[in-house]
């Protein structure tokens, strides 16, 4: 009996190393956000990218973000899929050095929630306001810039 467990348990991990998920996640959503207007897009993508990189790392985010968010944008109907697709690119690279939340995220995080001047709840509360502020910028300045340069 141990052994079939084994082999069960070692044919879901292949399985699940296997799989390449962001060529499936983007699959599944081209089908969902192709109608989208540019600018919801743009906003789905974007609080996607700031809520990866508050609660994970940085580096997933910049890989990971732009791997599906850009043939989901080329992808779509919109027109100037190309500007937007370019936009979306430098806005979920910026987004992915912004990290308040968790320690993990960045270093100055680690050093500062070490200190003795603050706690888990101050940096939650004060990352996700900084997160906010942070996406609020990006899209209303940002994109509107980027339509500008591109």
Known sequence: MAVVGIFFGTLIL???????WPSLL?????????NFSPYLLLCILLIWAILQTNFLSNMVTATVVTTVALPIILASSISGTLNIAIICACLIGMLSGFAFVKPPSMPHIKIASSSEWSNAKHFLLYGT??????????????YVIGLAIF
């Open 14 to 20: 292949w399985l699940f190393v296997s799989i390449d």
């Open 26 to 34: 983007c699959i599944l959503m081209i089908g969902i956000l192709a």
């Open 129 to 142: 306001i900084l997160a906010v502020f942070a996406f609020i910028l990006s899209i209303s300045f940002g």
